[in-house]
């Protein structure tokens, strides 16, 4: 009696020993990515880490949720025990979603594990606006006359915006014509107050 109740302990514990083994070496998929992805027209490619730390051959799927298009390089279809794969994300570049972030997400699976990983991805502004901003503003800062209004008007209206920024550029705009013609008036004033002897 005392060795059939020993020898059903004995086997229950064989048992979870052998189901935390089992469990332990067969999720052990590690995925490295960047939390925040800001693709410009220059640099438009982020790199995702994966490592089957198992002893098992794991075939590896990767999905990815992204607003664009975009190619995968160096993605293999398996992953050997206790090796990695780099795989680069080349994405297609929109310079129509400039000045936006996404909220996006991967999924590394294979045949008995999923992980999902979510991070933002921010489209820069194309350098060819970047650099008139830049011309621009040096512009001003060399003449510094009533005319810089105009021109920092015309600069930010390079820009990319968004449809929630038009009416913050009208009340630039406004603000800057405002500040011109109150200059001016000033100026005026005091010239009237130097000829009148005051």
Same mark, same amino acid.
């Given at each position: 009696?005392?060795?059939?109740?020993?020898?059903?302990? #004995? &086997?229950?514990? $064989?048992? *979870?020993?052998?189901?935390?083994?089992?469990?332990? /070496? /067969?999720?052990?998929?590690?995925?490295?990515?960047?939390?925040?992805?800001?693709? /410009?027209?220059? %640099? +438009?490619?982020?790199? =995702?880490? !994966?490592?089957?730390? /198992?002893?098992? =051959?794991? &075939?590896?799927?990767?999905?990815?949720?992204?607003?664009?298009?975009?190619?995968?390089?160096?993605?293999?279809?398996?992953?050997?025990?206790? %090796?990695? @794969?780099?795989?680069?994300?080349?994405?297609?570049?929109?310079?129509?979603? *400039?000045?936006?972030?996404?909220?996006?997400? $991967?999924?590394?699976?294979?045949? +008995?594990?999923? !992980?999902?990983?979510?991070?933002?991805?921010?489209?820069?502004? *194309?350098?060819?606006? #970047?650099?008139?901003? #830049? #011309?621009?503003?040096?512009?001003?800062?060399?003449?510094?006359?009533?005319? &810089? @209004?105009?021109?920092?008007?015309?600069?930010? $209206?390079?820009?990319?915006?968004?449809?929630?920024?038009?009416?913050?550029?009208?009340?630039?705009?406004?603000?800057? !014509?405002?500040?011109?013609?109150?200059?001016?008036? =000033?100026?005026?004033?005091?010239?009237?107050?130097?000829?009148?002897?005051?």
């Amino acid at each position: 009696m005392i060795v059939t109740e020993l020898s059903e302990k #004995v &086997n229950l514990i $064989l048992v *979870a020993l052998f189901t935390l083994l089992l469990f332990t /070496s /067969s999720f052990a998929l590690v995925v490295r990515a960047p939390n925040e992805v800001i693709v /410009s027209s220059k %640099n +438009n490619s982020f790199d =995702i880490y !994966i490592y089957n730390d /198992s002893e098992k =051959i794991k &075939n590896v799927s990767l999905k990815l949720n992204l607003p664009v298009e975009y190619t995968l390089k160096n993605m293999p279809s398996v992953i050997g025990g206790k %090796n990695s @794969a780099n795989v680069t994300v080349a994405v297609d570049y929109d310079e129509k979603l *400039a000045m936006q972030k996404y909220a996006c997400s $991967l999924e590394v699976e294979t045949e +008995n594990e999923k !992980i999902k990983h979510e991070f933002t991805l921010k489209f820069a502004p *194309a350098e060819e606006k #970047v650099k008139v901003v #830049v #011309v621009e503003v040096e512009k001003e800062a060399e003449e510094k006359s009533e005319n &810089n @209004a105009l021109k920092t008007a015309t600069a930010m $209206l390079t820009m990319p915006l968004n449809m929630d920024s038009y009416e913050l550029l009208v009340d630039i705009i406004l603000a800057l !014509i405002a500040a011109v013609l109150l200059i001016a008036f =000033i100026s005026r004033y005091v010239k009237r107050l130097h000829s009148m002897g005051v």
